[in-house]
């Protein structure tokens, strides 16, 4: 069983940069890829970033290459988003989610991959 409890999100101008964090427990982090996922009212979940258990590799949605970086420190079994240059259009409740593939070799932005979700963060972009 792996809990995840995200933080970090909150109200923000167009513009501006918030860093959410994923706390993970339970089970040996290091193995598996986390991704993060944004969804809003009435509409799919879609991909943002994920990243493999090694921090070696990462890969980005479309909408958020350039601006959105993903990082992970194992020692603490936490997952970043720094999200910068934020738009109006990233406001989304925001997910991350565990593999549930032990060491993945090719990220995936399918969230039917991932197994372990935490409860949401939400994040909100003024105009």
């Known amino acids: 069983q792996v809990q995840l409890v995200e933080s970090g999100g909150g109200l923000v101008q167009a513009g501006g940069s918030l860093r959410l964090s994923c706390a993970a427990s339970?089970?040996?982090?290091?193995?598996?890829?986390v991704g993060w996922f944004r969804q809003t009212p009435g509409k799919q979940r879609d991909f943002v970033a994920a990243?493999?258990?090694?921090?070696?590799?990462?890969y980005y949605g479309d909408s958020v290459k350039g601006r959105f970086f993903i990082s992970r420190d194992n020692a603490k079994n936490t997952v970043y988003l720094q999200m910068n240059s934020l738009k109006p259009e990233d406001t989304a409740v925001y997910y991350c989610a565990v593999d549930r593939v032990l060491l993945r070799f090719v990220l995936s932005s399918s969230d039917s991959e991932y197994n372990y979700w935490g409860q949401g963060t939400q994040v909100t972009v003024s105009s």
């Open positions: 339970g089970r040996t982090f290091s193995n598996y890829a």
């Open positions: 990243i493999k258990g090694s921090g070696g590799s990462t």
